[in-house]
């Protein structure tokens, strides 16, 4: 919690907020006892926040810590979930996938399909999705690929928003997955510096829908539209869906890597 709201405060624009001119500022983002004031809580207190000696605000101090640093839903959230404060409403228990999802994946033989779970692991896909990731062969987990994996650079037309949307997302689910698989990631993962640095950002933004281009080894770049659907009775577990444009260069291209395959 308290890395999180540092670096919350440190990403806040001092020209956003109706503050006082105070003289030069000697760090980026707002001071202590700005964020204090909206807050509407002691300076004492915040800096104690931040410093890790008290853990446990109440949900009416996280609500208040949630509005003065402009958090998202998203990230107003996991705040709760740092600070110990579990949402009413509880994920319902894992049942596993079963087989009924796998078969629908292998029904969609036009569309890469394919699902995750919470630490962004590819638990399951179809044809053309294992197609579209032909070239990473050492790994199924989305952010290694990323950051991990040689071909990760190549693979995507714009890599640094690649990275910053994957680690924004597995910071969003990663309380539901297993925390001995989650510590042996993040462990893996926190020796590329590039991971490292976007971490330390605490951006929290789950997968929904976006537009991407990614460059595949044997057809070319893909202008693919993405979007998930939570799994019902797997927490934090995601089908994701890529389209291209009906009659556009990137489905054909698409379909030229199906015929591949």
Not at 91 to 109: F, T, Y
Not at 163 to 187: F, K, M, N, P, Q
């Amino acid at each position: 919690m308290a890395e999180f709201l540092v670096a919350k405060r440190a990403a806040l624009p001092p020209e956003a907020f109706p503050l006082p001119t105070r003289g030069a500022r000697r760090v980026p983002g707002l001071r202590r006892d700005e964020v204090a004031q909206m807050s509407g809580i002691s300076v004492d207190y915040y800096t104690r926040l931040e410093q890790g000696r008290e853990r446990h605000p109440s949900p009416a101090v996280i609500s208040g810590l949630a509005r003065a640093l402009s958090l998202t839903p998203d990230e107003s959230a996991h705040l709760h979930l740092l600070c110990g404060v579990v949402p009413k409403e509880r994920p319902a228990p894992e049942r596993g996938l079963g087989d009924v999802l796998p078969r629908m994946l292998d029904s969609w033989p036009r569309t890469p399909a394919f699902v995750l779970d919470p630490l962004l692991d590819i638990v399951a896909l179809n044809s053309l999705a294992r197609a579209l990731f032909s070239a990473f062969a050492h790994t199924r987990n989305l952010a290694e690929m990323t950051f991990l994996d040689e071909a990760g650079k190549a693979f995507h037309a714009d890599w640094d928003r690649a990275a910053a949307s994957c680690v924004a997302a597995l910071r969003a689910t990663r309380h539901l997955g297993d925390r001995a698989r989650l510590a042996e990631l993040l462990a893996t993962l926190g020796e590329d510096a590039r991971f490292a640095a976007l971490w330390a950002r605490y951006d929290v933004e789950p997968k929904t829908r976006e537009r991407k281009v990614l460059v595949h080894d044997e057809v070319g770049e893909l202008a693919l539209d993405f979007q998930t659907f939570a799994i019902g009775g797997s927490p934090g577990h995601e089908l994701v869906a890529y389209q291209a444009e009906p009659g556009s260069e990137s489905e054909r291209r698409l379909l030229a890597l199906r015929r591949t395959r």
